[in-house]
């Protein structure tokens, strides 16, 4: 190997010369924290606008769901996209980071482990979505299915109750995996913490980690073994997730495109969360020599290859709508394209298929702020598109005579824009207690660019 191709081979900057000063970046932040300023900032925006979310949640719960937009026909809103974009952002995290392992990519282990955080986040969010929707949340228990005195399993019927078990077995899981990867850098904390207490929690969460060959041996077989039961369990919830939709008789909705387009966003709209994310830990951490220009060039790869599925997507609905010769299903798309929604579906088809396109671009690709910023544009619209998936069919249902507009409220912003903040300030909290980055695998990494 050349010179040149070694170099092109690095993912690792030329600031770390020991494998030592892995330890003592990505353990900085914890240990040694040396931009306190940049997290109090952060932690202040995200608290404030947490705070502003649980006002609205408990504003909520004293006047119930007519504090939001919905009406009499339009009876999911917003919490229930909400939910949609905050289950595919959260599924995209564990994927991602399986789906990497499984095909051995080197950039890898400078994203997987905020990703895997990520769907930690996202997915609690979510979860609290469904339950901010109910008219009486004092009986989230209803969506449960066990045996009671009305019946053995009385809300069978709902796909909110699949969505239960799907989502529940997917967090239970994300955790497990999400864990084994931390184990051996808990211990690797351990080591180096000052405090007293400190040591003998790290140590406790450790579990015992000793870095032998056979501990090794033991944790890569699992981790890998974890990484090949993720893939399918992600596909498999995220189309339970789409048949919410597609197991109606709502014209748009019943499509068998559903399950693998639903899938293509989580990974879409997932991907380009974990860009907004790496430029804001790169920003506010020393992580600059371990996330770098080379792996944002590929995640806007990657959106760019989505970017074209998802055009494929929306044009396969157009076709299908037409070709099906139901009038409801194309009355559906004329609406959209013609119907007060309009503004907001051109902006979907901007956002999420024209906008993407400049990534064909080396130069685009390899400037972090550009990437950032269609990273940012993307995530507005596939929010964009789950919210449209609910307003579109359920104003144009079939009796015209049910038809309506959904305009939202205030409140509405306010739990969609508190979220957004939940979610920043769990990360943040998560930067302070836990590595950011899996130390053993980017030392593992500084090895074989070494060696090589």
């Known amino acids: 190997m050349s010179a040149a191709e070694g170099a ?9 010369h020991s494998l030592e000063d892995i330890n003592a970046r990505v353990s900085a932040p914890i240990l040694a924290p040396s931009h306190t300023w940049r997290w109090w900032v952060a932690l202040a925006v995200s608290g404030s606008l947490t705070i502003v979310m649980i006002v609205t949640v408990t504003w909520l719960f004293a006047h119930g769901i007519g504090i939001f937009g ?21 599924h995209a995290g564990t994927l991602i980071s399986a789906l990497l392992l499984l095909t051995r990519q080197k950039w890898r282990a400078s994203l997987n482990r905020f990703a895997e955080a990520m769907t930690l986040f996202a997915v609690t969010l979510a979860g609290l979505m469904p339950i901010f929707h109910l008219g009486r949340p004092y009986y989230v228990y209803w969506i449960v299915p066990y045996p009671n005195v009305q019946g053995v399993w009385p809300q069978w019927r709902s796909a909110l109750v699949w969505d239960f078990w799907a989502v529940g077995t997917y967090i239970t899981f994300s955790i497990l995996f999400w864990y084994a990867g931390l184990i051996p850098d808990l211990a690797m904390l351990r080591e180096r913490a000052r405090s007293r207490t400190a040591r003998r929690l790290y140590g406790a969460f450790a579990l015992g980690w000793r870095g032998s060959a056979r501990h090794w ?6 981790y890998r073994y974890m990484a090949a039961l993720a893939v399918p369990l992600v596909v498999s919830v995220h189309s339970i997730v789409s048949l ?10 019943s499509d068998t495109i559903y399950p693998p387009y639903f899938v293509v966003g989580a990974l879409y709209s997932g991907f380009a969360m974990v860009v907004v994310i790496a430029a804001v830990l790169r920003w506010a951490c020393p992580f600059k020599p371990f996330v770098t220009v080379r792996h944002f060039e590929m995640i806007a790869k990657v959106l760019l290859m989505a970017s074209i ?7 396969t609905e157009w076709f299908w709508s ?15 394209f013609t119907g007060p929604y309009a503004p907001l579906y051109y902006c979907q088809l901007l956002f999420n298929v024209v906008v993407p396109q400049a990534l064909w671009s080396g130069r685009v690709r390899r400037s ?10 993307i995530n507005v619209g596939m929010w964009l598109e789950r919210i449209l998936i609910v307003w579109a069919t359920l104003s144009r249902d079939y009796l015209p005579s049910s038809w309506r507009i959904f305009l939202p409220t205030v409140w509405d ?4 824009f508190g979220s957004l903040g939940a979610f920043m300030f769990m990360f943040m909290i998560f930067v302070r207690l836990i590595p950011a980055l899996p130390a053993h695998e980017l030392r593992r990494r500084w090895l074989e660019e070494n060696a090589a």
């Open 8 to 16: 092109q081979e690095r993912w690792i900057g030329p600031e770390i």
């Open 217 to 222: 041996e033991i944790h890569d077989r699992f």
């Open 244 to 253: 919410d939709f597609a197991a109606s008789l709502e014209p748009g909705w």
């Open 413 to 416: 912003w306010l739990l969609l």
């Open 368 to 377: 972090i702020p550009a990437v950032v910023i269609i990273a940012i544009i």
């Open 70 to 90: 919905n009406n009499t026909t339009i009876v999911w809103g917003f919490p229930i996209a909400n939910y949609v974009w905050w289950l595919g952002i959260g």
């Open 309 to 315: 599925i998802m055009g494929v997507s929306y044009a």
């Open 322 to 336: 037409w070709y099906s010769g139901n009038r409801s299903e194309r009355h559906l798309v004329v609406f959209l």
